[in-house]
């Protein structure tokens, strides 16, 4: 199973971009990046997935890196609600079901 | 609101019991994962079921089983459970078809403490 590694926190100030990083150490070529968001008391999100390319939804965008190596999820206007335990991962080809995650960025966003 | 619920909410046993946690998905989703997060750590993955029959399993003994019923709800069965089961158990819903697996939803949760 691929390896990916977050920083365990990161801060931002309202309306400013926050850029949240992942490194996918041991990505293999078919696996997707995903990116999913948990609020206290509640199941994982889903925000945006990407295979190479870089990738933009009414959320967030997906920055993946031309080795894949890591890749960075961009919100660009943070908000409050936007606080939340961010996880990375990874699924082999269209396995979206079977995901591995890393072990979560705590982003708080100050008014 | 996904439309993927799960029961019950919170769950307290003791050591060597056995427990079923419970996922109804969300309508016209085909496939059930099960994921188990323990506290501060991100959600791992336990098997996945589609049409019925298990479809990929993680890294856990075969203490823990499932089911899928005809009508795509799923069960989670761990049996002779440890201190180390006391976890959040997540169920995600998704709809498989030929051109692969769309994206997933996830139900709030079932909290298990092991005594």
């Known amino acids: 199973d691929a390896k990916t590694t977050q920083p365990n926190s990161m801060e931002s100030n309202e309306e400013e971009p926050v850029h949240l990083p992942c490194n996918h150490s041991t990505i293999s070529g078919t696996d997707y990046i995903h990116w999913y968001r948990q609020l206290p008391s509640q199941g994982p999100e889903y925000v945006i997935h990407?295979?190479?390319s870089n990738v933009n939804n009414r959320m967030a965008s997906l920055a993946i890196a031309e080795d894949r190596k890591s890749s960075t999820l961009i919100l660009h206007r943070a908000t409050l609600r936007d606080a939340a335990v961010y996880y990375c991962?990874?699924?082999?080809?269209?396995?979206?079901?079977?995901?591995?995650f890393g072990q979560g960025t705590i982003l708080t966003v100050h008014p | 609101e996904t439309g993927v619920t799960q029961s019950p909410t919170h769950l307290i046993k003791t050591r060597g019991q056995q427990v079923t946690l419970r996922c109804s998905s969300q309508?016209?989703?085909?496939?059930v994962s099960w994921y188990q997060q323990a506290l501060g750590q991100g959600p791992q993955f336990i098997f996945q079921y589609y049409r019925e029959e298990e479809n990929g399993r993680g890294n856990f003994p075969p203490r823990f089983s499932g089911l899928q019923f005809p009508n795509y709800s799923s069960e989670l069965n761990v049996n002779a459970l440890e201190l180390d089961d006391s976890a959040l158990y997540l169920c995600?819903?998704?709809?498989?078809?030929?051109?692969?697996?769309?994206?997933?939803?996830f139900g709030p949760g079932t909290r298990l403490l092991v005594l």
């Open positions: 991962g990874s699924a082999r080809g269209t396995s979206y079901g079977k995901l591995t």
């Open positions: 990407g295979l190479t």
């Open positions: 309508s016209g989703h085909n496939t």
């Open positions: 995600a819903s998704s709809r498989r078809t030929s051109g692969g697996q769309e994206t997933q939803y």
